[in-house]
């Protein structure tokens, strides 16, 4: 596969990706509240609209450090299943820290301790491990094969 074919491969999978994150962060953040057995149209709106806000916010926050993952995974023929979830849960966590967005949730209480993990840190965790395991579906596990000369 030439440079050019790869190139398309990464997008697409980094879209593909990006919209399996969104549908996770959905997921976790209206799981407790969402009950799928009902037809509520209102419901799934709000669903694939917060899948919509999650996939466009991994895309933005993340793209830079994502162009560096890849770039490194193309470079060293990284095509580990285990690399690609650990670096997206990895970018993802490091954006949701690197934003401000870590400290903003603190409550004071007197009857338990704040958790070591806030739920949200776990979300974005996971939404990252998705995001990886989907690009290493689609493109990871054939990572810089485009630079070996075929019949060797």
Not at 40 to 58: H, K, M, N, Q, S
Not at 107 to 136: K, Q, T
Request: hydrophobic share 55%; proline share 5%.
């Amino acid at each position: 596969m030439s440079l050019l074919g790869r190139i398309f491969v990464i997008i697409f999978a980094v879209m593909v990706a990006s919209l399996a994150c969104g549908i996770a962060i959905a997921i976790g953040v209206l799981g407790p509240q969402w009950n799928s057995v009902s037809g509520d149209v209102g419901e799934r709106v709000v669903f694939w609209g917060t899948a919509f806000v999650g996939a466009t916010a991994t895309g933005g926050v993340g793209l830079l450090p994502l162009l560096i993952l890849i770039a490194l995974a193309e470079t060293f023929k990284i095509r580990s299943l285990l690399a690609n979830a650990a670096g997206g849960a990895a970018m993802l966590l490091i954006a949701y820290y690197g934003s401000g967005l870590a400290g903003s949730r603190y409550e004071e209480s007197i009857d338990h301790p704040p958790p070591p993990v806030s739920r949200e840190a776990e979300i974005a965790a996971a939404a990252g491990a998705v995001f990886g395991l989907v690009y290493w579906v689609i493109a990871g596990r054939r990572a810089g094969r485009w630079r070996e000369r075929p019949g060797v």
